[in-house]
């Protein structure tokens, strides 16, 4: 099993930036590196795929909502997924999650939340006016 524990959550005014860290532990780690994934979920709406790092691709997703402002980066030595988010605005406003051991072959299953086996707690980041 591998657990998967986000911080550097909180709140920013428009503009602002932060960076999320997502610490994996635990047995299973190397196999659930291949695909890994940052999902939000805004109140009443589902939960969608905003970057992943896949083994499908050389190059990472970003979700158009967020490209050219947020960066994913992954460093498999100190089991750590990074999201880099510049820029934010009250759109970007939600619970992130971390996810791994994704099905990577093709974006149309890394954006899936279906595909991931295991998931963090989520933190919660908020982007105000």
């Known amino acids: 099993q591998v657990q998967l524990v986000e911080s550097g959550g909180g709140s920013v005014q428009a503009g602002g930036s932060l960076t999320l860290s997502c610490v994996a532990s635990?047995?299973?780690?190397?196999?659930?590196?291949?695909?890994m994934g940052w999902f939000r979920q805004a109140p009443g709406k589902e939960r969608e795929g905003i970057a992943a790092?896949?083994?499908?691709?050389?190059?990472?997703y970003y979700a158009d909502s967020v490209k050219g402002r947020f960066t994913i980066s992954q460093d498999k030595t100190k089991k750590t997924l990074t999201l880099q988010m510049n820029d934010l605005n009250p759109e970007d406003t939600g619970m992130y999650y971390c996810?791994?051991?994704?099905?990577?072959?093709?974006?149309?299953?890394?954006?899936?939340?279906?595909?991931?086996?295991?998931w963090g707690q989520g933190i919660q980041v908020t982007g105000s006016s």
């Open positions: 790092s896949y083994y499908g691709s050389h190059l990472p």
């Open positions: 635990g047995y299973g780690y190397t196999d659930a590196s291949k695909c």
């Open positions: 996810a791994a051991g994704g099905f990577g072959a093709t974006v149309m299953w890394v954006v899936k939340p279906k595909s991931y086996k295991y």
